[in-house]
């Protein structure tokens, strides 16, 4: 089966080249100017992207499509929305069997998005396009909560772990109050394949939900275990550590007040009951971060 | 079985770094050494209390070495490696590994043709910002590097030869460009000279300022450096498609999709709250690193060392074109 693939070059893409096998043969839809440097080798490429999609599709059995714009939200209805009728589209006129889509776990039918996150509103629009009309082949999404794991060329989740690397003392909430859903990208690639084994419909694809704590201290001890994680409750930040940043603002001593040390980040988590769900046997979370840890030593960045 | 090392050449590049280097090393021992002038021999030998050779044949004929390193002017070299190679002993030396490329060569393949492990004495790679570096970039971290620029500017040396052009080869060019060409010849092959100028500026016998513009496969290079500071400065700056960074032996920094990074010596900081940030004090040297590194190569018998002989070929056909490039340009 030959299964173009948009997005290639992405964290997930990439690391789905690295695990298909001679059952999925893929083709990268690579963008002109792209790097090729990371691609397997002997990898099938076609230059173009969602805007010229040239005969990308020409002898293609099914499609996989992860291209999206994840940060620049100038590009998200033109990329995540139009750009993916434009794919199914093409994708109708090929004649192809299997749709396959990359979609985020706010996007779920189950799951309540934010309102906030363009990412969200334009993935959440492009699931009107894929199961609200009738296409001639299978289609697929999966939903990831917060994706980890090795090949992530563009430190995407660096943030999480040079803090711990780069400390010895960590004493979160620092700014934030952080809860977390994490999978392994490596259950994102296997479910991405069962889809394409002939499994169409929505997969979720989530681990359990995780405080900072636990995320954090994992991280610190797959670096080198030399960071001391030092938990504040979120209690003391609301009821203590707040009201007197804002009495240091109030005389004068602190330039802004505390109402940053009460936000509360959120990576993904899901109600209790869509907790660890996928269709494939799912890694744990703990490797999702170690291994996260170990690409980036590999690599150098750490 | 410790392997026996005899030093060539005892100036301060054999005191202060190759014999503590190869004595700090479990595996090797320097048992001799040799030195022409008799005054500093007398020295030395009675310093490190080992026993001192007026020349290499000398050193090699008294003693059963497994290792030869070479500490003296290049231009004297050829001779001390061919016949320490043939002499089946490993060799480190001193860069440059010769004064042109022509006798890098036969030097290189006496190498190949006694099987045994040599190293050019080259620098950059054995800090740790650079192997941090090496290790970013070679991950395609960066994306396709597009630009890299090199400033490598230092003190006039104090020696004499280092200004006769029949002893050194050549002046700066010669002297400095070759640990950062060692690094650009391992990330990106080998270069064409695009463009290259020379300049005496303090009227010394040879160039104390040059420049080149190298073409690889891929990105372009400017190197340059000069003997004209009263304090040295190296800095590396590095630009890809999707990222770039910058180094100093001390610090390096850079950004991949707008998320920086940063160490100092190769290491990250103890703290960093964003505002501050705390380094480990660093006993980094880089000098014992890249001894001990040949030393580890020569005990395994493996010839695959960082930077062996024929890397040394390659930095001086490099040299030797930036040095025709300028002629032929009218830049000296």
């Known amino acids: 089966m030959r299964v173009l693939v948009t997005g290639a070059t992405g964290f997930v893409g990439l690391n789905l080249l690295a695990a298909m096998g001679e059952d999925h043969e893929p083709v990268a839809l690579v963008r002109p100017g792209s790097t090729t440097a990371r691609l397997p080798d002997g990898v099938e490429t076609v230059e173009g992207d969602l805007d010229s999609l040239g005969g990308a599709l020409d002898g293609v059995d099914a499609v996989v499509h992860l291209a999206a714009a994840v940060y620049a939200e100038s590009a998200m209805a033109a990329t995540n929305v139009a750009g993916t009728e434009r794919l199914l589209d093409a994708a109708a006129e090929a004649g192809i069997d299997h749709f396959v889509f990359l979609s985020t776990i706010g996007a779920h039918p189950h799951v309540e998005s934010d309102p906030d996150s363009a990412y969200q509103r334009s993935k959440v629009a492009a699931e009107e396009l894929l199961f609200e009309a009738d296409h001639p082949f299978d289609v697929a999404a999966v939903y990831p909560t917060y994706i980890l794991g090795p090949r992530d060329y563009r430190l995407t989740r660096y943030e999480h772990v040079r803090p711990v690397a780069a400390n010895r003392l960590l004493v979160p909430p620092l700014y934030t109050y952080d809860e977390y859903n994490v999978v392994h990208v490596e259950d994102v690639v296997g479910t991405v394949r069962h889809c394409l084994d002939g499994n169409p419909g929505r997969h979720l694809v989530t681990g359990p939900n995780l405080t900072t704590r636990q995320v954090l201290g994992t991280i610190a001890d797959a670096t080198d275990g030399q960071c001391h994680i030092l938990p504040v409750p979120y209690s003391v930040m609301r009821w203590g550590i707040k009201p007197a940043i804002d009495l240091l603002a109030k005389v004068g001593v602190s330039p802004v007040g505390g109402a940053a040390f009460t936000e509360r980040g959120d990576y993904g988590t899901v109600p209790p009951a869509l907790t660890e769900r996928a269709p494939v046997a799912q890694r744990s979370w703990q490797s999702a971060l170690t291994d996260t840890v170990a690409w980036y030593r590999e690599v150098g960045i750490l | ?332």
């Open chain 2, 1 to 332: 079985m410790t392997l026996s090392v005899g030093v060539v050449g005892a100036g301060w590049m054999a005191t202060d770094y190759h014999v503590p280097g190869f004595d700090s090393h479990p595996e090797t021992r320097v048992v001799a050494f040799a030195e022409a002038s008799d005054d500093r021999r007398a020295t030395v030998a009675a310093e490190l209390s080992l026993p001192g050779y007026p020349d290499a044949a000398a050193m090699l004929a008294a003693h059963d070495l497994d290792i030869v390193s070479v500490c003296t002017p290049p231009s004297t070299h050829e001779d001390i490696f061919v016949a320490a190679v043939e002499d089946g002993c490993h060799v480190l030396c001193e860069k440059p590994l010769a004064t042109d490329a022509a006798t890098a060569r036969r030097m290189a393949d006496a190498a190949d043709e006694a099987g045994v492990v040599t190293q050019v004495g080259y620098l950059h790679r054995y800090y740790g910002n650079y192997q941090r570096a090496m290790d970013i970039v070679s991950n395609t971290l960066l994306g396709d590097v597009v630009e890299v620029t090199v400033a490598h500017h230092s003190t006039p040396p104090t020696q004499g030869w280092y200004y006769d052009q029949s002893v050194s080869g050549g002046g700066v060019v010669r002297d400095l460009f070759p640990h950062s060409l060692d690094v650009l010849l391992d990330l990106f092959g080998q270069p064409t000279v695009e463009s290259a100028s020379v300049q005496s500026r303090g009227g010394r016998a040879v160039e104390d300022l040059g420049r080149a513009t190298l073409s690889f496969d891929g990105p372009t290079a400017t190197v340059s450096a000069s003997w004209t500071q009263t304090e040295g400065v190296s800095r590396v700056l590095v630009v890809g498609t999707e990222g770039w960074l910058e180094l100093s032996p001390e610090r390096l920094e850079g950004d991949v999709h707008g998320r920086p990074f940063a160490f100092e010596h190769g290491d990250l900081p103890m703290v960093d709250i964003g505002l501050a940030d705390l380094y480990p004090a660093s006993d980094e040297d880089p000098h014992r690193a890249r001894i001990h590194d040949f030393a580890d190569h020569a005990a395994a018998g493996d010839r695959a060392t960082t930077a062996p002989a024929s890397r040394g070929v390659a930095v001086a056909e490099i040299i030797d074109a930036v040095y025709e490039q300028a002629d032929a340009g009218g830049n000296r």
